[in-house]
Every structure is written in C-alpha cells, then in structure tokens.
C-alpha cells in the first residue's frame, strides 16, 4: 500500500499521479543545493528576518558575488544588520556566512547583488544553475 501527502492532497494506494512522484522526488533526493542571501535586522526580541534574495544553484558565482558585498564578517551578536549567505540543501538551510553591514552598505550590497541578478536572468550569461559560465 503506497500513500502520500502531494501539495496538500491525500493520495491512496498509488493513485498519486507519477508526475508529483517525480517532483517530490526531485526535490528532496537529487536537488542541488540552492543559495539565498537572507537580509536579517536586531531587535528587541532577537534578529528578524524582513527579506531575502534568491541567487541560484552555482556555488563557485554565488561566493565571488558575496565577495564582493560590503560589511564585515560578523562575530556573534554584533551589529544591527546582517547579510547572511545561506546554502539551502535537501530544504534544509545550512548558513555559510554572515557580514554586518551599516544601512548605506546594506543599500549598495542590495543594489550591486539586484545588477548582478538582472544580468543573470535577462542578458546573455543566463542563471548560474543554468550551466552557462560566468563571465
């Protein structure tokens, strides 16, 4: 007897479409690894989250863009604004890095990763996860 939960229906004895199978499949066995820049700030209660950017799958372009980002590397609770790097694998996200940026920096890091990001999608180097090199 084969059941599953699929995007929110019950599926019974194999009667799931081969097609969500797959995708499910997909999703949590073979998925490479995917990297968000999470944009965090300091609170009274703690850090909260109020953004974060997609980047891609292609590790090797996504480190050389956060090389670029202004900030420092953060050493535990300092700060107020953090930009974290972080690997989401199998869905499960794996933080790499994290810099603490003043608000201009936070504003130059948004702006030069949004130049980057749009020429990803929209001119001739395509996505990282594409497989297209980046130049």
């Known amino acids: ?3 599953a939960v699929v995007r929110g229906r019950y599926w019974a004895d ?3 479409p081969s097609f969500f199978w797959d995708v499910e499949f997909y999703a949590l066995f073979i998925m490479e690894s995917r990297f968000v ?18 980047l891609g799958m292609d590790r090797a372009s996504v480190e050389a863009l956060y090389e ?8 535990g609770e ?13 869905g499960l996200p794996v933080s790499m890095r994290v810099l603490n940026c003043s608000a201009v920096e936070l504003g130059r ?6 130049r ?3 020429r990803w999608k929209n001119l001739d180097e395509g996505m990282p996860e594409e497989g297209k090199p980046e130049t």
Request: proline share 0%; hydrophobic share 45%; charged share 25%.
């Open 14 to 16: 194999g009667a799931c």
């Open 109 to 114: 890091n948004v702006s030069a990763i949004s």
């Open 68 to 75: 670029t980002l202004e900030g420092r590397e953060a050493e």
């Open 78 to 90: 300092e700060g107020f604004l953090h930009m974290d790097l972080v690997e989401i694998r199998r």
């Open 1 to 3: 007897m084969l059941s």
């Open 116 to 118: 980057q990001v749009f």
């Open 37 to 54: 820049i999470v944009l965090n700030m300091r609170t009274a209660e703690g850090y909260v989250r109020f953004g974060q950017i997609e």
